[in-house]
């Protein structure tokens, strides 16, 4: 897949040790598509930060001072990437619940560094993912590296799950991280209508509907009290 331009992305370092946030520097001074636009050493300059830059990557340190890295990530209520630095093997599995892009033992080895951030910027072209109305009958969802045919007439409803949403249709259910707005904002409003902050539904697959649930493909879906006053079924 050939850019025609480089992205940019912009990253900080949450790093209470020194020199492990030399070396970080040093790695992410040799990518010239990362810009870093900060670094600290505790959670409290790293929430201004956060506050101040539009931030797409964060290396953090899980044993820092006061509020922990875990601990932190959790309060944060729109977090970037995160790639974490350690030196404790015990905090992995803790760490991909919260989805973590990558996990970097340390002493960190620089290709080890490079896989890290070769997942995080896949990552962020499937957040990316361009959406194409190729036809009134079927749309082109681009996630990563490839195109995702999906017809129409085949979606019985679309689930949004955290930064996540699910298209189910006839024969599977497809799954790109994006928000669910986005894919509302080029469906056919005659054909698909938002029925709560997570759902859309097709029109036409509606089996039972009531004020507060429709029925798709026998799945029950909540009505949104919002959504209510505009449903037009």
């Known amino acids: 897949m050939i850019h025609p331009t480089s992205k940019i992305y912009n990253c900080i370092i949450v790093e209470d040790e ?8 040093s790695f992410i001074s040799r990518d010239q ?23 797409d990557l964060m290396f953090l340190d899980l044993h820092l001072p006061v509020v922990k890295g875990f601990d932190f990530l959790r309060k944060i209520k729109n977090p970037p990437f995160v790639i974490v630095t350690t030196a404790y093997h015990q905090y992995a599995v803790e760490g991909y619940e919260l989805d973590i892009a990558d996990y970097l033992m340390k002493p960190i080895p620089y290709e080890r560094f490079l896989t890290a951030v070769g997942k995080f910027k896949h990552l962020m072209e499937a957040e990316d993912a361009l959406l194409e109305v190729a036809e009134r009958d079927y749309i082109f969802i681009n996630s990563g590296k490839k195109q995702v045919k999906i ?17 189910h249709t006839k024969a599977e259910t497809f799954t790109f991280k994006m928000p669910i707005s986005k894919i509302e904002e080029i469906l056919n409003p005659k054909m698909f ?11 036409s697959k509606i089996e039972v509907k009531s004020a507060n649930v429709i029925q ?10 919002t959504y209510k006053p505009l449903l037009k079924l």
């Open 18 to 25: 020194p020199i492990a946030a030399e070396i970080l520097e």
């Open 33 to 55: 598509e990362l810009n870093l636009v900060g670094k600290c050493s505790d959670a409290v300059y790293a929430s201004s930060l956060l506050s101040i830059h539009e931030v």
């Open 151 to 167: 017809i129409l007439q085949d979606i019985f409803f679309i689930e949004s799950l955290r930064e996540y949403i699910h298209i």
């Open 193 to 203: 209508t938002r029925i709560h902050k997570s759902y859309i539904i097709s029109k």
């Open 216 to 225: 798709i493909n026998g799945k029950k879906l909540p009505v949104g009290r």
